[in-house]
Nanobody, 111 residues
Framework: QVQLEQSGGGLVQPGGSLRLSCAVS????????MDWYRQAPGKQREFVAY???????YYAESVTGRFTLSRDNAKNTVYLQMNNLKPEDTAVYYC?????WGQGTQVTVSS
């Protein structure tokens, strides 16, 4: 059974950076696609980025050039590095793997 454990997030000023982590148990991330979504207050959950089991990551237009996905297969963990954060990035962020959602982590961008 796949289980996801998210960490990271918090409060940051505009222009700042944060890194989110999604640690996976029950399955090897080296053979599976991993996605990130986010949900802002009052809005629908939206796609942020995904990284396939092989190849390059793909990003939503709103985060391209600012967010970077990477994976550490030895730690079975995926990281979402978020740079140059904007207030509109404020949301709860979720990783999504093999039809399972992480518990979500709050990211707040505010001065």
């Amino acid at each position: 059974q796949v289980q996801l454990e998210q960490s990271g997030g918090g409060l940051v000023q505009p222009g700042g950076s944060l890194r989110l982590s999604c640690a996976v148990s029950g399955s090897s991330i080296s053979t599976t696609r991993m996605d990130w979504y986010r949900q802002a207050p009052g809005k629908q959950r939206e796609f942020v980025a995904y990284i396939p089991s092989g190849g390059s990551a793909y990003y939503a237009e709103s985060v391209t050039g600012r967010f970077t996905l990477s994976r550490d297969n030895a730690k079975n963990t995926v990281y979402l590095q978020m740079n140059n954060l904007k207030p509109e990035d404020t949301a709860v962020y979720y990783c999504y793997v093999q039809f399972r959602w992480g518990q979500g982590t709050q990211v707040t961008v505010s001065s």
